[in-house]
């Protein structure tokens, strides 16, 4: 794909004086520069900020606010950072139209390692020297490599006004992880080498084929998975069982399943290096949602022709939109060997609101997440199959503890951020403003530290919405700065009316996300703010997903004390599985929460070898899954659990292999934990089975966590419709709760009209006058406690609103839960905060298991009344 690019530079170079090159710039170049954070030497008022030149407009009218422009004075300069160092192809500069034009004549385009005034020092690509009206000059700078690109007039007094700057890399462009390849990919003798550049360490690109379900046209033999390709070892030897192999048939092919529509930036794929690495020669990689004819009519992204020895050649696909990909040696009888496949995503997550964002028949319109394109239709290729409806990703910002540098008026508080409501219109009450300031800025605590895949930037629509252009986000975990110092994202481009944008920050890590304006005095206004994590979030016993690159595997962190164990849902159910080897080999041993990976001692399920063996849980009722840990043996045969398929639904046919799959295992040595996220996917039953192969199917433990709080509060599990299995008698889904707060006793900072025990009376009445609500006086930081007469694990905590006036004082409450009473209690970890305070709101905040004997209620940060018609905590209990 690159070649004929490589081509044309070539000539071009040859062509042309090495002071003022011009290039020929494919249409479809990749451009690194959009969206990087961008600096100048000074601001031409508001309008003319640096990152207008990286906002993806070449509108060259300068009042259309869309090109960056400096002061008049002696040698301005522009500059932009690519994020890393890279192998620069060209540097495309469009000029502006309206007038003016001739300024641009003369300046110089620098690429190097120093920053912002000092790129004058970086070596010179070349000179623009067409400086008409809207002029594009392209100037080439053949492979020149570094992590800036700058732009100034050099000896003399101007005025510099660039209305984009696109920078195209050489080849294909390297890859999101600091490489010329995906993350993981291998010093080799392959022309992929080429495009490495050195970057800082490890933000990885996420690998969408890691972990997904997988086929191939045939298996050589046991050890010869499609799996392997998809396991995120690089080992290259097949002898060593980390290589898909077909058998030796016209024309194999190999698929992986994506699980969604995905805009795939590139395919990498690793060939074998201990012999018969010419057989992947000419290997076509195909892109699409069609499984006719197993992915070949597909688009091509492109040809395997670089098939050395353990070889890592890299396919661009350039945005090729399509669940599957596929890899077909086509017209001849070969075998075909693929001992790694990485997939990169164009985009960091799910397409924020936007087109892709659906309200399906019957059912409410997802809120602050994320719909796939595909919900619910036919799949392609499968008649009568559908693909289910997924919820929403995970935000981990919602209604966690904000606050910003400062607030306009009273209707722009941090809180509003944070509250689900992606409403654009400031008027409604849905979004944060501060007042006009020099670099202003908001912050979200997400209450530990967390690798965050992508920040959702949800703009005003009623008015103002350039103000949010060149806002930086920043993930870390140091306030200094209001949280300005930590590693920056991203920065946001994208500010038409109501615009929604995504910063993809590919696993950064930190406990604080920033949106700052920097460089200029602004307003800075938030209409939501959402914060996808990279892979799975805490597990428990202070486990973590996402250790891994793509997330789907574990890795052991020190437990932070404010970081509760998850639920594990699949404790003690019900399991049953396809057949059992011997009387202490039955499926509820993966159950019964031991962990041992020997199976002598009888704490692993064992089925016979036979044909696609399975096992399965019944969880007893529909839960919202967020991921599957696995326990293989440890003792001998721990590479039988390979490929194994993770299922979750609510049928039963066939076994539940119609269920989605949410992952395969593919990491199988001995006594692997294996974490499958499942990001929220529905359903009563979790199956494991190993698919298109004769084994038998050994789990030591499988534990089930679900999303969300646990158990669902309000004195009540709501029961959902039962689920019908033929054969199986329907089961009651609905549990009494504890509410472990009632009538405990109860104490506030201050008492106006209403004493604080009752807010634990047991009476959800939500009229002031009728006597069930606690009220203090008017103050700075009221508070509100309850001691719960011993230690407690705390699900939830449930507090009612007041409904006859009066509500919007409860917006922004934090609950606390710890050991620290009275006043004291503002100390104890953060649950979360109250958002919705709308009249008799009752908000449910989710605590999952944090301990603490007191639970606390304050206002934090400003003068007011706090009033509670009842407060209810819910402690975390065995489901039947």
């Known amino acids: 794909m690159a070649l004929p690019w490589a081509l044309l530079l070539l000539g071009a170079v040859l062509a042309q004086d090495a002071a003022a090159q011009g290039c020929l710039i494919p249409p479809a170049a990749y451009n690194a520069a959009l969206g990087r954070p961008a600096s100048q030497s000074s601001l031409f008022p508001n309008l003319s900020i640096a990152a207008n030149a990286v906002d993806g407009n070449r509108d060259g009218v300068w009042q259309h606010g869309s090109c960056a422009r400096t002061l008049t004075e002696r040698e301005p300069w522009w500059s932009v950072d690519l994020g890393g160092r890279r192998a620069v192809a060209a540097v495309a500069v469009k000029n502006r139209q309206d007038c003016c034009w001739r300024r641009l004549r003369g300046a110089q385009v620098h690429v190097g390692d120093a920053p912002g005034e000092r790129g004058r020092d970086n070596p010179i690509c070349g000179t623009i020297t067409d400086a008409g009206p809207g002029s ?99 080992d290259a030897d097949w002898e060593r069982g980390s290589c898909a192999h077909t058998e030796k048939e016209p024309e194999p092919w190999w698929r992986v399943d994506l699980g969604r529509r995905h805009a795939v930036y590139a395919v990498t794929v690793t060939n074998r290096r201990d012999c018969c690495w010419e057989s992947l020669l000419g290997a076509q990689v195909h892109v699409g949602d069609s499984l006719a004819d197993h992915g070949k009519r597909n688009p091509v992204c492109g040809a395997i022709l670089d098939t050395g020895p353990g070889s890592t050649s890299t396919v661009c696909c ?59 239709l036919p799949e392609p290729g499968r008649a009568g199959v559908t693909v289910p409806w997924r919820p929403p990703a995970q935000n981990l910002a919602l209604r966690r503890p904000a606050a910003q540098s400062s607030t306009a008026s009273g209707a722009g ?88 944008s995504t910063v993809c920050c590919r696993g950064l890590r930190g406990r604080y996300v920033t949106i700052a304006v920097p460089g200029r005095e602004e307003r800075l206004s938030l209409c939501e703010v959402e914060v996808v994590e990279q892979g799975c979030a805490a597990l ?68 016979t070898e036979e044909p696609e063996p399975w096992w399965r849980v019944d969880l007893g009722r529909r839960h919202a899954v967020y991921a599957v840990v696995v326990k293989n043996r440890h003792d001998c045969c721990w590479e039988r659990l390979k490929g194994a398929e993770v299922h979750v639904g609510n049928s039963l046919v066939d076994r539940g292999r119609r269920n989605p799959v949410c992952g395969i295992i593919t990491d199988a040595g001995p006594g692997s934990l294996s974490t499958v996220c499942c990001h929220g996917l529905r359903g009563r039953y979790v199956s494991i089975l190993i698919p298109g192969r004769e084994d038998a199917l050994v789990l030591c433990e499988v534990e089930v966590i679900r999303q969300g709080c646990a158990p669902l509060p309000g004195g009540e599990l709501p029961a959902e419709p039962p689920t019908q299995t033929p054969g199986t008698p329907t089961h009651p889904v609905v549990f009494a709760a504890p509410n472990v707060a009632r009538e405990q006793r109860a104490t506030q900072s201050s008492t106006g009209s209403g004493v604080a025990s009752k807010a634990v009376d047991g009476n959800r009445d939500g009229v002031w006058q ?111």
């Not at 995503?345 to 019957?362: F, H, I, N, Y």
């Not at 998850?566 to 202490?584: E, Y």
């Not at 999952?848 to 905590?873: D, F, H, K, S």
């Open 136 to 234: 594009l000059s392209a100037v080439c700078c053949a492979g020149l490599q570094g992590r800036y690109v700058s732009i100034l007039i050099p000896g003399r007094e101007d005025a510099l006004v660039l209305c984009e700057v696109e920078v195209v890399l050489q080849g294909c462009r390297p890859l999101p992880g600091g490489e010329g390849v995906p993350a993981g990919g291998r010093q080799d003798g392959s022309r992929s080498r080429q495009l490495r550049a050195t970057l800082p360490p490890a933000i990885p690109a996420p690998n969408a084929a890691r972990g997904r379900a997988v086929a191939q046209s045939s298996t050589l033999d046991a050890v010869s998975l499609a799996a392997n390709a998809v396991d995120g070892s690089g």
């Open 318 to 376: 350039n945005g090729l939109l399509g669940r599957y990909v596929s890899i077909i040696i086509p017209g001849r009888e070969d075998f075909l060997v693929l001992c790694e496949v990485e997939v990169t995503a164009q985009s960091c997550v799910p397409p924020p609101g936007g087109k892709d964002r659906k309200t399906l028949p019957g059912r409410e319109p997802a809120r602050a997440g994320w719909l796939p394109a595909s919900a619910d």
């Open 413 to 500: 508080s941090a809180i509003n951020a944070v509250d689900g409501n992606r409403d654009g219109n400031w008027r409604h009450g849905s979004c944060t403003q501060t007042k006009r300031e020099p670099e202003p800025w908001w912050t979200v605590d997400l209450g530990w530290r967390r690798a965050v895949a992508a920040v959702v930037v949800r703009n005003r629509l009623d008015c103002c919405w350039h103000r949010l252009k060149g806002a930086r986000v920043h993930v870390g975990d140091s306030l200094a700065g209001h949280g300005t110092d930590n590693p920056i994202c991203g920065t946001i481009t994208d500010t038409g009316p109501g615009s929604t």
């Open 540 to 607: 428990p016993g202070g486990e973590w997903a996402g250790g891994a690159p793509g997330g789907a595997f574990w890795r052991r962190v020190t437990p932070s004390p404010a970081v509760p164990a998850a639920q594990n849902v699949a404790l003690g159910r019900p399991a049953t599985q396809s057949s059992v080897l011997d009387a202490g080999s039955g499926a509820a041993n993966a159950v019964d929460g031991n962990r041992d990976g020997d199976w002598e001692r009888g704490s692993c399920t064992h089925t």
């Open 770 to 880: 009728h006597g069930s609500c606690s009220h203090t006086r008017r103050e700075r930081e009221p508070w509100w406690s309850v001691d719960l007469g011993g230690r407690r694990a705390v699900a939830a905590v449930v507090v009612k609103n007041r409904q006859d006036c009066c509500w919007r004082r409860l917006r922004g409450a934090q609950v606390h839960v710890g050991d620290a009473p009275g006043e004291r209690g503002r100390d104890n970890p953060i649950c979360g905060t109250i958002t919705d305070a709308g009249p008799g709101s009752l908000s449910t905040v989710c605590c999952a298991g944090l301990q603490g004997r007191y639970v606390t209620v304050t206002i934090p940060g400003r003068e007011e009344q706090l009033a509670l018609c009842e407060v209810e905590v819910y402690g975390l209990f065995p489901e039947f």
